[in-house]
């Protein structure tokens, strides 16, 4: 703005070198200042409105800026529940004995039965997981398959249908 000062200055001291006559000069001087005007009064609201528009899109940032951090925590939430960390083994587990609940941490493995603190009852734990046992079939039977048992006694029903006819 300094260097807009200069260079009006500048320009209305050479008129005031070549311009002769005193009207004229005077004249020329308001033109000069009112077109100046225009000019500025038009900058200050082409600055109004790139600030009106600057402060919707502080407005919209801090927006997103919540909604991302909204986002983030969800997902945080979700990561936990979905991938469990050496450091995140620490199960709560309601006692169905007493309805104590208590934390039992299984960094060290998991385990088939913990003693409830409360009533001191063995709570017996079972890990629900899809993997095939050495049987072929597709549950968890800790090495025990009860389907392999029950696929023999369904042969020997069958075996025994046709003994009877």
């Known amino acids: 703005m300094a260097d807009l000062k200069k260079k009006l200055n500048a320009i209305l001291s050479d008129l005031d070198k070549n311009v002769k006559d005193k009207e004229d000069l ?17 900058i200050d609201k082409l600055a ?6 600057l402060n919707v899109m502080i407005d919209k ?11 983030e925590k969800v997902m945080k939430n979700i990561e936990k529940e979905i991938y469990i960390t050496e450091d995140d083994m620490d199960f709560t587990i309601q006692c169905p004995y007493c309805n104590a609940e208590f934390v039992e941490d299984f960094t060290d493995g998991f385990k088939h039965e913990v003693k409830c603190p409360e009533c ?40 025994n249908e046709e003994d009877d006819m």
């Open 26 to 42: 005077e004249y020329v001087k308001s033109q000069i200042y009112n077109i100046s005007m225009l000019f500025l009064d038009e």
């Open 120 to 159: 001191d009852n063995v709570v017996q734990l079972e890990w629900y997981q899809d993997e095939e046992c050495d049987c072929g079939h597709e549950h968890n039977c800790d090495g025990e398959c009860s389907l392999e048992q029950e696929n023999e006694y369904e042969d020997n029903d069958e075996g």
């Open 48 to 53: 109004e409105l790139n600030l009106g528009r």
């Open 61 to 71: 940032e801090k927006e997103l800026s919540k909604r991302i951090s909204a986002m």
